[in-house]
């Protein structure tokens, strides 16, 4: 679930109203209304001051990411070192006479 839904239970699971939460957290009751309809997110600030309205706390979740395999360590790649990538393109014989 994501982290706009769980906000959006915890509005719903609260019972204040979105005008309440409006004036209680300096969030425009507009920007609340859309965001609770799915309409638009939030940003940071307003999410952390929503948060501590609904007696939440945010909390940074670290992306998993990719594990190495024990000892295959990168090697640097033979040949053009530093040089760009050239697109390969058909090159077209020359005529005699040219």
Known sequence: M?????MRDAMIADGRSRYRLSKETGVAAET???FYHGERGLSAAA??????ALGLELQPVKPA????KAGKA????A????????????RTPKR???
């Open 47 to 52: 999410m952390e001051k929503l948060a501590d």
């Open 74 to 77: 990168s090697k640097p790649k």
């Open 79 to 90: 040949g053009r070192k530093g040089k760009a990538k050239r697109k390969a393109t058909k």
């Open 65 to 68: 990411r990719a594990k190495r």
């Open 2 to 6: 994501s982290l706009q839904q769980q």
């Open 32 to 34: 609340l209304s859309r």
């Open 96 to 98: 005699k006479g040219e």
